[in-house]
């Protein structure tokens, strides 16, 4: 396990031994609670330090390897966490980290990815009471070159609407390992889901989550939830409307400060967002139409391309100054073929989940076999 003394939070991350210090009490719990799941190695590749302060009298601010960042005292400690995910996330160049959920069972791996909302961690989480061992509900880690996936050291965050689909012996087994609990979920160590599980794992099958409606009235549309720095921006929003495939820009349901862009292509808005940073606080992929999970779910073989193209929409370690933006920027057409050549081999599909029940039978007879269109 990671280790916590005298406000000093220390791990593994991929071969590197990351080590956190903190002035404040409450940060270096966070940290450790959700990031503490992994030993540092004995020889690190690297040492990645990093310095909060809170308590210090002055502006609340975070330093590390790329300088030193102020921080918002009314969202701190998840800023805090968010800085250190997005300098971890942007060293990382022999891996694309992906927004996804995977599980292991049989020595194969399964990966689940798909918007906020469409049931990543619920799926995981039924998957694992079926005897498969999770190894991420967030973030997944897939080897360049090689169809194998591996999870960072991350604890498992369970919202209302995953217990809510569970059954009590399975609540209360998901008790005993929750280290936290609070109004927006419960926090449960990651080994008490993972079992032995160790990486890389090779990746038998991929399920992209989608709406059915979507894909239906508006194919190829997509709607994401944009902050900016400053609020109202005149001048940005004005731009944001301009870009190619923007149909509609208006407030966002989120709050102040916030902006919800429905687009048909999705690419000219990445461009923009990374050429706006810092002026882009934050870019969530939303889902005006959610998934009907009172429905029969559905699935639909898709290719490695089309794959490869919506998981590099939200690759992890593509943040500007990242390896991989210093590697591929205005080459994005030789990072979609790269991530194809890396999917070689595995079983392919979108999925409109639908009844729990029925979603995770499918899910499960595809960690089991590798497919679930009947040819295996």
Not at 248 to 253: A, L, Q
Not at 274 to 281: F, H, K, L
């Amino acid at each position: 396990m990671g280790s916590s003394s005298n406000g000093t939070v220390e791990f593994g991350w991929f071969g590197d031994l990351v080590r956190v210090r903190s002035d404040d009490s409450e940060a270096t719990a966070l940290l450790q609670r959700l990031w503490g799941g992994s030993p540092g190695p004995a020889s690190p590749r690297a040492v990645r330090e990093f310095r909060v302060f809170l308590r210090s009298g002055g502006p609340p601010s975070i330093r590390g390897p790329r300088g030193t960042r102020a921080l918002d005292a009314r969202f701190a400690l998840w800023q805090v966490y968010d800085y250190v995910l997005q300098e971890l996330a942007g060293a990382i160049g022999d891996r694309f980290l992906l927004h996804a959920a995977s599980v292991e069972k049989g020595g194969r791996a399964i990966a689940i990815a798909g918007p906020p909302g469409f049931g990543k961690t619920t799926l995981s989480l039924h998957l694992a009471f079926r005897g498969a061992t999770i190894l991420s509900d967030d973030v997944t880690a897939l080897t360049r070159g090689v169809a194998e996936v591996e999870a960072p050291p991350r604890a498992v965050h369970v919202r209302g609407g995953s217990r809510a689909t569970l059954t009590p012996p399975q609540i209360e087994r998901l008790s005993r390992g929750a280290v936290h609990r609070d109004e927006d979920g419960w926090t449960v160590a990651a080994r008490d889901l993972r079992g032995d599980a160790a990486g890389p794992i090779p990746l038998a099958a991929m399920v992209l989550l989608r709406s059915g409606r979507s894909q239906e009235t508006e194919p190829g549309s997509r709607c994401f939830d944009l902050w900016l720095a400053s609020g109202h921006d005149p001048d940005l929003v004005t731009e944001l409307g301009s870009l190619p495939g923007v149909s509609e820009v208006g407030p966002s349901p989120f709050g102040e400060g916030a902006w919800r862009v429905r687009t048909g292509a999705a690419g000219p808005l990445a461009t923009w967002i990374r050429e706006r940073d810092p002026a882009i606080v934050a870019a969530v992929e939303s889902d005006l139409d959610r998934p009907d999970f009172e429905a029969s779910p559905s699935l639909r073989r898709i290719g490695p391309f089309e794959t490869a193209v919506e998981l590099c929409r939200g690759l992890l370690n593509r943040r500007p100054g990242s390896a991989l933006d210093r590697e591929f920027r205005g080459r994005e057409g030789f990072l979609v073929a790269e991530v194809a050549a890396s999917l070689r081999g595995v079983a392919l599909a979108q999925m409109t989940p639908g009844r729990i029940e029925e979603t995770v039978a499918l899910l499960d007879r595809l960690v089991e076999t590798g497919d679930v269109f009947g040819e295996a």
